[in-house]
């Protein structure tokens, strides 16, 4: 039963009905509604279950025939009145020698007989062909004219026979057949493609319709991005001369790990070729030599000074050369001594990482990653000419929806392709640089069209776009549909469905897999 506000479906256990009152506008179930039901002249009000079913009880439900039901729904939505029919079928007797292929056990002997004399049999028409044919053949044997007509025959009784005993096929008893029961109350799908979901199962999955309406709509285009991250947030850790990577003090940071901006991630041990090596101890020596004969003058010049002999100049002069030339020294020295140290170029986490302990890295080479996961942009291609102003959205591969606020397009070609970015507003936790997604961004135009959730299209078979339609209580249609994209959460219908037609917007997809 169905009416403007409710959907009512029944089911008859004995003398006990229970119904499932749902909403006609969405399918959702109807809790804590008045429900009573007139059968007989009598008003019985049904008393509501703890599954959100409403329950009836009378002894003329279980009355054979077809009864007439009034069903009074009083419920947030109003309050409204159904009426059906109950039919409730006469008991089953079992009839002796009519349909017996599955009572053979419980037949009285004669009732038995008379049904496998009154069936043909293959085996017992093979038998009497073979003794017709045998009769025959003896009796002509025994006059020479009649041979002639007694093969005939018999090859004629054969065939019938033959006939007979294969025509016979279709009618032995086969248990093991299986059929479609169209009573059944499990889903399946009808032969006209349809699908029967009873109202249990319904609830179970959860399957919610709409009244689909015409409203304007903006156009929208259908670009390929991925997941980049902010560049003012983040940054890569190269080494600039390369070399053997040691391992700091704290160990090699590890993926995922927070670090602060100038946090020493590893150090590197630049390499020095043995004839550099050997340049840089000459240079190390002559410096030496140098700062020892700096110093004997020093020594020398300061001893003048005590003596009246020399000038505090001289002295200081000595000692500011003296200091160069130690420095000099030390510079020479931490060439082959000291390593490269890689620190973090932004607050972030570890995003990747290619490099372990004695690794032996080149200058061109990315070891550490750095991104900061509140701060991620979304960078797409666009081989058409494509607008950044507002209304652009994302749809990552699992369903999730990003906003997007436009941060640039580039004036240069990229694969003959423009390249727009955005800056994700409000990332989620678990989206990763890298991760594809489906950018949509509006025209600038509008058209009228039936706007559904996208989760409301299905694939086909044959890999088409379509719906499922609500067409009874507890069947529905699938119609095949022309869509195009509105955002990342909704799509336009162009072709496929009517105004006013009910149709899934949520469990769409789990109807689509009953067979």
């Not at 900061?372 to 749809?395: K, M, N, Q, R, Y």
Request: aromatic share 2%; net charge neutral; no cysteine.
């Amino acid at each position: 039963m169905q009416s403007d506000l409710y959907q009512v479906v029944g089911t008859l256990k004995g003398d006990r009905l229970t119904l499932y009152v749902d909403r006609a506008e969405d399918n959702e179930p109807v809790a804590g509604a008045t429900v009573s039901v007139t059968v007989e002249g009598e008003v019985v009000p049904a008393a509501p279950n703890a599954d959100g079913t409403y329950a009836v009880a009378s002894p003329h439900l279980a009355e054979p025939g077809s009864n007439e039901l009034v069903v009074v729904v009083a419920g947030p939505d109003g309050e409204d009145l159904l009426i059906g029919t109950l039919v409730v079928a006469e008991p089953t007797r079992p009839a002796i020698g009519a349909g017996a292929g599955h009572a053979h056990a419980g037949m009285p002997l004669l009732a038995h007989l008379k049904e496998r004399l009154g069936q043909p049999e293959p085996g017992r028409a093979w038998a009497l062909g073979v003794f017709a044919v045998g009769l025959a053949v003896g009796l002509a044997l025994r006059s020479r004219r009649m041979r002639p007509a007694a093969f005939v025959a018999g090859a004629v009784l054969v065939v019938a026979l033959t006939g007979t005993a294969f025509a016979h096929g279709g009618e032995d008893h086969d248990h093991d057949t299986p059929t479609v029961t169209l009573g059944s109350n499990n889903p399946q799908r009808l032969p006209d493609g349809s699908v029967f979901v009873p109202k249990p199962s319904q609830r179970i999955l959860e399957v919610r319709t709409t009244t689909v309406r015409p409203s304007e709509v903006a156009g929208a285009t259908r670009l390929i991005g991925k997941v980049i991250p902010d560049p003012n947030r983040g940054g890569l850790v190269q080494s600039i001369g390369g070399g053997r990577v040691i391992a700091p003090e704290a160990g090699m940071p590890r993926l995922g790990q927070a670090v602060r901006k100038g946090e020493v991630l590893a150090r590197v041990e630049r390499p020095i070729i043995q004839a550099d090596q050997a340049i840089v101890v000459e240079k190390i020596g002559e410096i030496e030599q140098q700062i020892g004969l700096a110093e004997a003058k020093l020594a020398r010049a300061r001893k003048l000074v005590v003596s009246g002999a020399g000038t505090a100049i001289s002295v200081s002069d000595l000692e500011i050369e003296l200091e160069g030339m130690r420095r000099r020294r030390a510079a020479v020295s931490d060439i082959r001594t000291t390593p490269e140290t890689l620190t973090a170029p932004a607050d972030g986490v570890i995003a990747s990482t290619r490099v372990v302990a004695g690794q032996v890295v080149q200058p061109q080479d990315v070891l550490f990653q750095v991104v900061h996961p509140g701060s991620l942009w979304v960078e797409a291609l666009s081989f058409e000419d494509a607008s950044t102003g507002t209304g652009a959205t994302a749809l990552t591969v699992d369903g999730a929806t990003l906003r997007l606020e436009p941060k640039g397009v580039s004036r240069a070609l990229q694969q003959q392709a423009t390249v727009l970015q955005f800056a994700v507003v409000d990332p989620p936790g678990n989206l990763r640089v890298g991760q594809p997604v489906t950018v949509l961004t509006a025209t600038g135009t509008s058209a009228a069209g039936i706007v559904l959730p996208r989760n409301a299209i299905v694939r086909g078979t044959g890999g088409e776009a379509m719906v499922w339609r609500h067409a009874a209580p507890e069947r529905f249609e699938p119609r095949q549909v022309r869509v195009e994209p509105v955002d990342a959460t909704r799509v336009v219908v162009r072709a496929g469905v009517k105004e006013g037609e009910r149709v899934v917007v949520r469990g769409a997809d789990l109807i689509n897999q009953i067979r």
